[in-house]
């Protein structure tokens, strides 16, 4: 090892915007859904930060799956592909609820698969919603995107 410190990587603001979405949508499905449980707001935050690394994790996983899929020229790779992307789409909740089991145990339920998948999408829904709407352009903006 030459000594040298990697570069850390630096929190991008929209990685904290998206935290605090995963907080609120948590905190609804907690209120709203009787097999969706936390102890606490803490336990609760903690769980965002880690649905936001388990799903980032996810995310890009998926990415690769479907540029695969896309580089794929035979119907045997896009068959494969396919199959890969359902059963990381699938086998993602089971991976968040071990996950938080693991982490959390008792403290934090998710529910089980039809719960946490209907969480999840909630959470990206409105991940992407927030995001957008930050990112629109203002009304009367004297700038423009290209």
Do not use: C, H, Q
Not at 28 to 54: D, H, M, N, Q, R
Not at 85 to 109: H, I, Q, T
Request: no cysteine; proline share 3%; aromatic share 6%.
């Amino acid at each position: 090892m030459t000594g040298l410190a990697r570069p850390r990587r630096r929190l991008a603001a929209a990685d904290v915007v998206d935290v605090f979405v995963y907080v609120v949508v948590l905190n609804l499905a907690i209120e709203y859904v009787p097999s969706v449980i936390s102890e606490t707001f803490t336990v609760s935050l903690l769980t965002a930060v880690l649905l936001k690394v388990v799903l980032e994790v996810v995310v890009g996983i998926k990415s690769r799956l479907r540029g695969r899929l896309r580089a794929a020229s035979t119907v045997g790779g896009k068959a494969i592909a396919v199959a890969m992307l359902w059963v990381l789409l699938v086998g993602s909740k089971f991976v968040v609820l071990e996950v938080v089991d693991l982490v959390f145990g008792d403290r934090v339920s998710l529910g089980g698969f039809v719960p946490v998948t209907l969480l999840i999408l909630a959470l990206l829904l409105a991940r992407a919603g927030v995001r957008r709407l930050v990112d629109a352009p203002s009304v009367g903006s004297s700038t423009t995107r290209e």
